[in-house]
């Protein structure tokens, strides 16, 4: 093989590597988009118990409450069905980092 042929090769191993980190990252922003989605999804619905709950502000019948629940929860699945489509592997990583840090099993670490 010549050197021009091995420099092509390279060069395209090189390009392959590149479209995939940025298909990582495209996935990973995408990702944030529908965990910050369902998080404002989630304090709404929150919301609006803390209000059924209490009754505080807001003199709504209970078939209003039910209705907003019910759009915020099929709101809220829609989001996390599409965050898994986008393969979210985020959680893995902290699960991975918070067994790290825990102490193993003998060890003699005195509280």
Do not use: Y
């Not at 191993?13 to 940025?22: C, N």
Request: cysteine-free; aromatic content about 2%.
């Amino acid at each position: 093989m010549g050197l021009m042929d091995k420099m092509k090769e390279t060069a395209a191993k090189t390009a392959d590597a590149a479209k995939g980190a940025a298909k990582t990252g495209q996935d990973k922003l995408e990702a944030q988009k529908f965990k910050k989605k369902i998080g404002e999804l989630k304090e709404e619905l929150g919301g609006i118990v803390f209000a059924q709950r209490t009754g505080a502000d807001n003199p709504a019948s209970d078939a209003t409450f039910d209705a907003s629940i019910d759009r915020l929860v099929s709101e809220i699945k829609e989001q996390e069905e599409a965050l898994a489509a986008v393969g979210d592997d985020s959680d893995d990583d902290a699960g991975a980092a918070s067994a790290e840090a825990a102490p193993t099993e003998g060890s003699t670490d005195a509280a």
